[in-house]
């Protein structure tokens, strides 16, 4: 199949999960047999085409013109993506299916799909309503009204756990069998070979001490908040404990800010975004890691009240 991949983030712009999925979902195919074509947003210096060991990834920029808000900035971005999966079709001809992720692209694939009668899979990662427990202002409404159409619009609809199905199917109304559960793969060979770096654990904590890890966006729905909450207690029980922070998002300077109100300069380190090896090396130096997700669409959600104490309970629980 010719199998055209429509997606705000791809490597090396890695916003949140959607990048690593496309990526390895791509290649897969590719190595399946497919010719998979992908499109996507430039970002930095990333070349306009790269072909990524068999998958053919064309980038696009955004308007030179300023937006007046983000989801203007989303629209200009779908109608350049539109313009470049044209150009691509004149010369290679159609493609056999349109994969789009999530809302971000929901204008291009909606528009190719009427242009060129090319049937749409919908990859739903995450809904508005989840990430922001329920609706509470216009840009949300818009945004979940789009999430709507996408998978009105969707001959197929994948999501990655059974909770996520039951989630499509209360917000959108959607037809059971319509709604795909296609779980996240998992690559087992990935820590293959990597051992603790004592040199790289040296440069985040002290060989005494037992580092706490979070490493993630840094945004609400993810819980770190909960889990600096929960840093005192810990630290009354451990000591040693030393929380590192890995990547980052819009609430970096409120954490910093809470973690020196907190009086924690020196047992909280925010290191940053890590990628490649890093993240490998990260996780063999850890010695717990830690998701206190207020919403995460792989797995069970727990209520927000529950996160500060799962957050202590699950560390105390881990080290007893």
Known sequence: MKILMLTWEYPPRVVGGIARVVYDLSRTLHKDG????????????APYF??????????VDNYMINPNN?????LQLNFNMIAKANEI????????????????VAYSAKTLKNSYNIPIVATIHATESGRNSGIHDE??????????????????????????KNELQRLFGLPYDKINVVPNGVNLNLFNGIERDYNFRRKYAMDNEKIILFMGRLVYEKGIQHLIAAMPKILNGYHDAKLIVCGKGGMEQE?????????????????????????????????????PSTYEPFRNSSSRSNAFRKTYCSIRYRWA
Do not use: C, P
């Not at 497919?34 to 210096?45: F, K």
């Not at 790269?50 to 980038?59: Q, S």
């Open 89 to 104: 079709m004149l010369k290679e001809g159609n493609f056999d299916v349109i994969h789009a992720h999530d809302w971000l």
């Open 34 to 45: 497919h010719d998979v074509t992908v499109i996507t947003y430039r970002e930095g210096d």
């Open 70 to 74: 983000f989801i203007d900035w989303i």
């Open 139 to 164: 840009q949300q409404r818009y945004i979940n009204d789009t999430e709507w159409m996408l998978t009105y619009e969707a001959a197929e609809v994948i999501v990655n756990s059974n909770y996520m």
């Open 50 to 59: 790269e072909d990524d060991k068999g998958v053919k990834v064309y980038r």
């Open 255 to 291: 954490l910093r800010q809470e973690v020196n109100n907190l009086g924690l300069g020196n047992k909280v380190y925010f290191a940053g975004y890590m990628n490649g090896k890093d993240v490998q090396r990260m996780y063999k130096a850890a010695d717990i890691a830690v998701f």
